[in-house]
């Protein structure tokens, strides 16, 4: 069985500071992780996956397998970076994963001025 | 953003009827998704369909049935049966196209449903 877990709800930085918001997986195959990100009153929406290795608005991510980690990093935390931030798992057993993702529980960033 | 909609955005229920919540996408996605979203338990699959006529119950499918007749509908029935139906209730789609993007899930706006 797959799982992703946010060991916190909640996560309060001020503007300027570093911000890090945790996520762990279990999973016994290759996984593939997603960082989803939901700004008040918008829709959910992808931030980044692994897999492309890039950086979203300031954000980066790095892979740990030995870690079993998908930790999403920000070195300067902005206003506007307040939102619900849900990290996601595709398994990818047997080839298919069927796009289906296993979400974490979210964690809910404030960012203060 | 425009390209996933779901209808009505709130929807008020008196317990023991059935309601169905629409989900239409222009995307042309093969995948689509129902989840459930509760405060402090994160998105939760309710079922999924990866092409027309077919479906495939997800984590919490108990209380609820869906359809896909077509590739750009996928509507979510919750029955009587779903003993705690109020939430918000999201619905989502994938290309499945084998790319880059293929496993990238599109959400609609969301519709809350409370049982009064």
């Known amino acids: 069985a797959q799982r992703v877990t946010q060991p916190e709800k909640l996560l309060s930085v001020f503007k300027g500071a570093p911000v890090e918001l945790k996520c762990n997986y279990s999973y016994s195959g290759s996984p593939e992780l997603f960082w989803y990100v939901q700004y008040s009153r918008q829709r959910l929406q992808l931030l980044l996956r692994h897999i492309s290795r890039e950086s979203i608005k300031g954000f980066t991510a790095d892979l740990n397998k030995g870690e079993t980690s998908f930790h999403l990093k920000k070195p300067f935390a902005q206003e506007e970076d307040s939102a619900m931030y849900y990290c996601?798992?595709?398994?990818?057993?047997?080839?298919?994963?069927?796009?289906?993702?296993?979400f974490g529980q979210g964690t809910i960033l404030t960012v203060h001025p | 953003d425009g390209g996933i909609t779901q209808s009505p955005k709130y929807l008020f229920r008196k317990e023991g009827q059935n309601v169905t919540l629409s989900c239409e996408q222009n995307l042309n996605h093969d995948a689509m998704y129902w989840y459930r979203q509760d405060p402090g338990q994160g998105l939760r699959l309710i079922y999924y369909s990866q092409i027309v006529n077919d479906f495939q119950k997800g984590d919490i499918a108990e209380g609820y049935s869906v359809s896909r007749e077509k590739k750009e509908s996928f509507p979510l029935t919750v029955t009587s049966a779903q003993k705690n139906p109020t939430a918000f209730y999201l619905c989502a789609s994938s290309p499945l196209t084998g790319g880059i993007d293929t496993d990238t899930q599109y959400f609609g706006p969301g519709t809350r449903l409370t049982v009064l």
């Open positions: 996601a798992l595709s398994g990818n057993a047997g080839g298919t994963s069927y796009g289906k993702l296993t």
